[in-house]
């Protein structure tokens, strides 16, 4: 299974180059494991542009991306419905529109690998650097899937009353962030846990200032909906906590970086 997302501003060029692509791809089928290639557009979103919802029109998109992959198919998706959702409600206001495009971070690991193909206008006509066709295709036919993080990756409860020290433990974390809020911003901190968690200290790195409370409650909540069905590999009551609370400091370093 292959799925290329091609997403961009309007009057970018998305739509043009993913019909690049997908000839491109087209006349190199034979020389890998995929046999066809389909692009997905808004076109095949079955969802009026009135509607004001967005969640109705994302969830429209996806349905028709989910119908097309195969494990021996090329799924371009090409689509301001799925891709820049926010459109439906600006499309007549293009320079809202423009501001609200978020922008594909090669640092996340679910946007790599990332191609970003430039279009500038010259002489009132739009001008584009040359599409990375031969990568894109590597990338497709080649690449492997990001390894699981720790907090997704399949484990085994081990304990009965797993959720309850989860959801114990990240409260006293967040506790402890929004003790230590003046020093974030500056680097590693060491987070002041209550009197009798097991060492060693639970570090955090935050390179900016938190988020308030309530934000770091919702990711709070979050994870634990991850791991509640993931136990540590710690044998021990207090080992097991400290896991915890380490995996949730590095899950929260990431997700507030």
């Known amino acids: 299974m292959a799925l290329l997302v091609v997403t961009g501003p309007p009057c970018s060029g998305r739509s043009t180059h ?3 692509i997908e000839r491109y791809l087209s006349e190199r089928l034979g020389t890998s494991e995929l046999e066809s290639v389909v692009v997905v557009r808004d076109d095949d979103v079955h969802a009026s542009r009135s509607v004001y919802d967005k969640s109705r029109a994302r969830a429209a998109y996806l349905s028709s991306v989910r119908r097309a992959v ?17 459109g439906f409600r600006y499309e007549l206001c293009l320079d809202e529109l423009l501001l609200r495009f978020e922008e594909p971070r090669p640092e996340m690991r679910w946007h790599r690998p990332l191609f970003v193909v430039a279009t500038t206008l010259a002489d009132g006509q739009p001008d584009t650097a040359p599409l990375p066709l031969e990568d894109i295709h590597a990338a497709l036919t080649q690449a492997k899937a990001p390894a699981p993080v720790a907090v997704t990756a399949p484990r085994h409860m081990t304990a009965d009353n797993h959720l309850e020290v989860v959801d114990r433990v990240t409260h006293q974390v967040v506790g402890a962030l929004n003790d230590a809020r003046e020093f974030a911003g500056n680097g590693k901190i060491t987070l002041a846990m209550p009197p009798g968690f097991p060492p060693p200290a639970i570090e955090i790195s935050l390179d900016k200032a938190l988020p308030p409370p309530a934000r770091l409650q919702t990711l709070r909540r979050q994870f634990v909906r991850l791991y509640a069905d993931k136990a540590p590999d710690a044998t021990s009551a207090a080992a097991r906590e400290w896991q915890i609370a380490r995996t949730f400091a590095d899950w929260l370093s990431g997700s507030l970086a």
Not at 70 to 86: E, L
């Open 70 to 86: 195969s494990p021996t198919r090329v799924v371009i998706a090409d689509g301001g419905a799925g891709t820049h959702i926010k």
């Open 18 to 20: 993913a019909a690049a």
